[in-house]
């Protein structure tokens, strides 16, 4: 009998945690999850980032800051190829989203310091530095400007 009444329990106790965990997925925006993305990665959990940004791109397939978040998770993972296709993902949706600036930035950085392929590297600067521009982001402009003379001086 008291089989019984501890399985009974044990599932009423597991039912209850996993309706809990559904309430509070139903509940959580794909702002919040971004939110909770970029605060797990600043204290170096990319794993759990990454997978709250997943969730994120599960509830809004469009929120382009998801993008943004995982393609740096996945780059600070050494997924490389996972974040430069994220971040080309992300900047297909909208390309003139305020972020596709960082995201092109992104892959130029993990293409030359990563993967060693500096024409991709550069050809991604030079799509931020004009996308900064047309932007009117001139701080943005002045640091892929740099970047592009650090990647290839002669550019």
């Known amino acids: 009998m008291k089989k ?12 209850v945690l ?10 959580m925006s794909p702002e919040d999850y971004v939110s909770l993305g970029n605060q797990l990665g600043m ?21 382009i800051p998801a993008y943004l978040g995982l393609g740096i998770a996945y ?9 430069v296709d994220v971040f080309k ?6 390309n003139i989203h305020a972020f596709v600036p960082q995201m092109q930035m992104g892959i130029a950085t993990i293409a030359y310091d990563k993967m060693n392929n500096e024409e991709m590297a550069v050809n991604y600067v030079k799509k931020a530095l004009q996308t900064y521009n047309d932007q009117g982001d001139y701080a943005g402009v002045a640091l892929a400007g740099q970047k592009l003379k650090q990647i290839s001086p002669k550019a």
């Not at 019984?4 to 039912?15: I, N, T």
């Not at 780059?75 to 974040?83: E, F, I, K, M």
């Open 4 to 15: 019984k009444h501890f399985l009974f329990l044990f599932c009423f106790v597991l039912g």
């Open 18 to 27: 996993i309706l809990h965990q559904v309430i509070i997925e139903k509940s």
């Open 75 to 83: 780059g600070n993972l050494d997924r490389n190829n996972d974040a």
């Open 89 to 94: 993902e992300g900047i297909k949706l909208d």
């Open 43 to 63: 204290v170096g959990d990319h794993v759990g980032a990454s997978q709250v940004f997943k969730s994120s791109i599960k509830i809004d397939p469009y929120y």
